[in-house]
């Protein structure tokens, strides 16, 4: 793995020399885009909308939209508002890892430390797994400050970056239910949820879109053809919606 980012992750006075490592990879296939008369590859060309020519990078700027006019930005309006560039992650502060909504995850990242900070790298690392905490901070990456937190993964350390509150829409523009649910049938889903209730296991679930692709693909290539279901709409035997749980429950029943 190459590292995509160099500097130290500190707590207190203990500063630990570190590099980062991206901990996801695509499982997607990499597609072009072609003209289906002669299969050329399709090139995107930056348009002026009025005259309909090319325009070169150097004569492309950045603006944006405000009381009917668009306001040009220069290269110092954006270093003016860049955070200041530092190569270090200070943990301000620590907090119990389950009061962090799942919603705010974004992007996890390996840290591997250098050799001189070996021995304060397990340090957090088992402090952190003793405690069940995991550590806040703010870091530079790419012009940029993001907030993330410091957490132990079996013998690694991870900094996931999250979101910022403000990145989180409000959930006032949606049209949701202010129905209560039946006692009776909610007891029974809490019956059907229960039954179907077990450890989490991510080996079990498997993208395997890309895999099934890519036979068809290979099959293509040697011209054969891959037979095709199309998809269908499962209705309900029934709307009545405590018979749906019934049935729920004798199907879990016959399965075991």
């Not at 006075?13 to 399709?42: E, G, R, W, Y």
């Not at 992007?107 to 790298?121: E, F, H, N, V």
């Amino acid at each position: 793995m190459r590292a995509i980012w160099t500097g130290s992750l500190g707590f207190g006075l203990v500063n630990i020399p570190i590099k980062m490592f991206s901990a996801v990879q695509d499982s997607t296939l990499d597609l072009d885009m072609l003209d289906s008369k002669d299969h050329s590859n399709i090139k995107f060309k930056r348009v002026n909308e009025k005259t309909g020519r090319e325009v070169p990078w150097e004569n492309i700027v950045r603006g944006y939209y405000i009381d009917n006019k668009y306001v040009v930005l220069e290269k110092t309006d954006f270093e003016k508002a860049s955070p200041e560039k530092t190569k270090h992650i200070e943990i301000k502060h620590f907090v119990d890892e389950t009061e962090i909504d799942s919603m705010y995850f974004e992007q996890p990242y390996y840290l591997q430390p250098d050799k001189t900070g070996i021995r304060a790298y397990a340090l957090l690392r088992d402090a952190l797994k003793k405690t069940g905490k995991a550590g806040v901070a703010l870091f530079v990456m790419r012009d940029r400050e993001h907030l993330c937190i410091i957490k132990p993964k079996d013998n690694v350390v991870v900094l996931n970056r999250i979101r910022f509150d403000e990145e989180i829409r409000t959930t006032e523009e949606l049209d949701l239910p202010a129905t209560k649910s039946k006692p009776d049938e909610l007891k029974m889903a809490v019956t059907l949820i229960n039954q179907l209730s077990g450890p989490f296991d991510i080996k079990k679930y498997r993208d395997d879109y890309s895999e099934r692709l890519l036979k068809i693909i290979k099959a293509k290539s040697k011209g054969k053809t891959v037979p095709f279901t199309p998809m269908k709409v499962v209705h309900s035997k029934t709307k009545d919606l405590m018979d749906q749980l019934k049935a729920s429950l004798s199907e879990k029943k016959k399965a075991s």
